[in-house]
């Protein structure tokens, strides 16, 4: 597993990196003092890991995820306050250290990590399979309702942690699955990556507009049972790929 460390102090990096010493499946590939240095390796390294300090000079961890465009990696919280534990796990945090770390605490993280990594591989795994055609039709329960809808009526694919809301007609049902796994089953040329929280439909654009830093903002159509409505911004990245896939 390549780790990354940011954190804004030198001693604590130093000595996270010689505690990770002791896990030779954790090689830290890089380190930074805040986010606009991570971000851009986070980027170009894409590490499986990230052990993030919360609060930095400029943005602070949260914010830093924000802003990544790509898939996040897993990520580990380190810190000395407690009280950002809630919001650490809202961004589907593995876990969340509090400093001064030590040892078997580190190896309690790792753990996790390590389930987390070996449940994901078998996931892959069994959903290697064939692509979902839109006109597919796939079952879907969340607690006791149960529908079975028609692929291509979803109009939007919403990450919510280790879920996936899926929008159709008036209903927005959870299911247990990743993104990323969804995306890779997904008929490229009618979803489309919007964002790392979104995959659109793109038969339910209603209109484009131009949106901050060089993004677009999209509007979705209702479903034939409203609501629909949605708006979903197009990072600046994927704009580029969408324009591609959108031009003559």
């Known amino acids: 597993m390549r780790a990354i460390v940011v954190d804004d102090e030198r001693l604590a990096r130093n000595e996270l990196k010689r505690l990770l010493e002791e896990f030779p499946r954790i090689t830290v590939i890089g380190e930074a003092a805040n986010a606009d240095e991570a971000i851009p390796m986070i980027e170009e390294m894409h590490p499986d890991l990230l052990f993030l300090d919360i609060q930095m000079p400029g943005k602070n961890g949260f914010e830093l995820l924000e802003a990544l465009e790509d898939s996040v990696p897993e990520v580990i919280f380190t810190t000395a306050y407690d009280e950002y534990a809630l919001k650490a796990f809202e961004f589907n945090a593995l876990d969340y250290i509090m400093k001064p770390i030590d040892s078997p605490r580190l190896a ?105 830093s060089g993004g677009l903002l999209v509007h979705l159509k209702a479903g034939e049972i409203g609501p629909g409505g949605e708006k979903i911004e197009i990072s600046r990245r994927q704009a580029i790929k969408f324009k591609d896939l959108m031009s003559l």
Request: aromatic share 10%; hydrophobic share 35%; charged share 40%.
């Open 108 to 212: 309690e993280a790792i753990q996790k990590i390590e389930e987390v990594i070996e449940k994901n591989k078998k996931e892959d795994e069994r959903e290697t399979e064939a692509e979902l055609a839109v006109h597919d039709q796939v079952f879907v329960k969340d607690g006791e309702k149960c529908w079975f809808v028609r692929l291509g009526k979803v109009r939007l694919f919403e990450s919510m942690g280790n879920y996936v809301r899926l929008h159709f007609d008036d209903q927005k049902p959870m299911i247990l699955k990743s993104l990323n796994s969804l995306e890779e089953r997904l008929d490229s040329k009618v979803y489309f990556r919007a964002n790392r929280k979104h995959i659109i439909n793109l038969n339910y654009i209603d209109k484009i507009e131009p949106w901050f």
